[in-house]
């Protein structure tokens, strides 16, 4: 059972390329999130989704894109990097009611230069 | 809006002591869930505990316990005997019990940073 897998773990961008952050949840979960961990700080919401097809802004979603084409899979997209968007960033998933834990991945430590 | 606080941005505890780690929320609803995480070096996320607000005792896993005080707004953890592996980032997070067809997003403090002596 791999649960949320995250591709790549690393990578390092020039300032204004494009690339896209793969997550991938074995669980048959509906929700999906992805966070940003700046640091010093907790993580916070770029975007999320409750099920395929619906996907809706979290607390900092500019300069990001997402999509939902399946339950398994919720790619984030950056369009145009910024040194702004040097963080670790995560996915998670679990089920819909609030006492079930969220599942993370391992994160992807993105660096943009 | 929720907000999450952890006063205590570096805690150090000697191998098989105590330590208690300190997180107040704040929400004005009467139903939600609160969740302890652990963030080794290594990155992962790992849950160590949740609590349910509607229950009233105090949720425990092996040596991790927690001190609910609910009319207070506190969350702290609770780490006994504690352990050379248990040295990481610790995060206090909530959640809200009914969000439907909405966000359900944790909401994370800023974290404590653990290191165990030996």
């Known amino acids: 059972n791999a649960g949320v897998t995250q591709t790549p773990k690393f990578r390092i961008l020039k300032i204004g390329q494009s690339m896209t952050l793969q997550c991938t949840q074995d669980m048959n979960h509906n929700y999906m999130y992805w966070y940003r961990q700046d640091p010093g700080m907790g993580l916070k919401l770029i975007y999320y989704?409750?099920?395929?097809?619906?996907?809706d802004k979290g607390e900092v979603p500019n300069g990001y894109n997402v999509s939902r084409s399946t339950t398994e899979d919720f790619p984030l997209r950056l369009e145009l990097a910024a040194p702004s968007q040097t963080s670790v960033y995560f996915c998670?998933?679990?089920?819909?009611?609030?006492?079930?834990?969220?599942?993370f991945g391992d994160g992807t430590r993105l660096s943009i230069l | 809006a929720q907000t999450v606080t952890q006063s205590q941005p570096e805690m150090s505890v000697q191998e098989a002591e105590t330590v208690t780690l300190s997180c107040t929320y704040d929400t004005s609803e009467s139903d939600y869930y609160l969740f302890w995480y652990k963030q080794p070096p290594s990155r992962q996320m790992i849950l160590v505990i949740r609590?349910?607000?509607?229950?009233?005792q105090n949720a425990t896993e092996n040596r991790f316990s927690v001190n609910f005080q609910k009319a207070a707004k506190s969350f702290s953890l609770k780490i006994s005997d504690s352990q050379l592996g248990d040295a990481a980032m610790y995060f206090c997070?909530?959640?809200?019990?009914?969000?439907?067809?909405?966000?359900?997003?944790?909401?994370f403090g800023k974290g404590t940073k653990l290191s165990v002596k030996p």
């Open positions: 989704s409750v099920g395929a097809g619906i996907t």
């Open positions: 609590q349910e607000a509607y229950k009233q």
């Open positions: 998670a998933s679990s089920y819909s009611r609030g006492n079930q834990p969220q599942h």
């Open positions: 997070a909530y959640r809200r019990a009914n969000y439907g067809g909405s966000q359900g997003n944790l909401i």
